[in-house]
């Protein structure tokens, strides 16, 4: 098979290696940060492809230039911004959420990379290039070119692809359930500003209201059920997603809460007026 000649059995064997231990670096990033285990990998298994990606493609592209330090140092830096800042805005647009975000460090770029972390990228890429992996690459050479090397290989690329399809699958399921609960918003946005016209139709599904309640009260019950039954559902179905998004926290549902009984309390206001 053409994958396992010689010249492509150490890039698929470094894209392993390199997304392994980019996986235990942000675990061990997350853990001091949070207290406790976070699987940061956009996988399921303990790998993050990025840092495959970016470190493969680091070696490749750049090993003519590795004797100029300078030159290294620039073209390291730009290439992995630029792979940050590209993975960051695709993981956004498939989420719908932010998984890192710079926008409290000065000379940031949407929040995705700044100038502090290209900087470090930029450097440890050097690193990478001029010293870890030559001395990774010559003690495991002889594996890599092994039969051994070949079944570890081909076993790891046919785990990762169960592994992308099981991901693509629940994450369709995990997007269509947050285009559910968007679409749940945008009705009650336009309930907020005419809750009177809505109190009927809400009476009716809010059985669990009172009577005399308030049409705050009955639009503010509702949202809230909603709201809860749909983090339940990704809690208990998505578990990895939510850990590793906190944009979808309890701390952000009472920001969510709030600003809901903050535009029905201007709703009435204006209305008064």
């Not at 997304?19 to 699987?39: D, P, R, T």
């Not at 399809?165 to 679409?183: A, R, Y």
């Not at 009927?200 to 639009?219: A, G, R, T, Y």
């Amino acid at each position: 098979m053409i994958f396992f000649t010689e010249k492509f059995l150490p890039l698929f064997f470094f894209f392993f290696f390199y997304a392994f231990m980019g996986w235990c670096l942000e675990i061990s990033y997350a853990a001091y940060a949070h207290k406790k285990f976070v699987n940061r990998g956009f996988l399921f298994g303990p790998y993050c492809p990025m840092y495959g990606v970016g470190c493969v493609l680091l070696i490749w592209i750049l090993r003519p230039f590795s004797n100029n330090y300078i030159l290294l140092f620039i073209l390291s830096t730009f290439l992995t911004s630029t792979l940050e800042y590209v993975t960051g805005y695709t993981l956004e647009k498939i989420f719908k959420t932010k998984w890192w975000d710079y926008s409290m460090d000065p000379l940031n770029l949407h929040g995705r990379i700044c100038l502090l972390y290209s900087i470090i990228w930029g450097f440890l890429s050097v690193l990478l290039i001029k010293f870890v992996h030559p001395f990774i690459a010559k003690l495991l050479n002889p594996f890599i070119y092994s039969t051994m090397g070949r079944i570890v290989i081909f076993t790891l690329l046919v785990l990762i692809t169960i592994d992308l399809i099981t991901t693509i699958k629940s994450l369709i399921n995990f997007n269509n359930l947050i285009d559910q609960f968007q679409e749940f918003s945008k009705e009650f946005k336009q309930k907020i500003h005419n809750p009177k016209e809505d109190l009927n139709e809400l009476s009716e599904s809010s059985v669990d209201c009172e009577c005399d309640s308030s049409n705050e009260e009955i639009l503010i019950k509702e949202f809230k059920g909603k709201y809860e039954n749909f983090l339940e559902t990704i809690q208990k179905k998505y578990p990895r997603f939510l850990s590793v998004m906190p944009n979808y926290s309890g701390d952000k549902f009472k920001e969510h809460l709030n600003n809901f009984k903050q535009k029905l309390a201007d709703s009435k206001k204006n209305n008064k007026n």
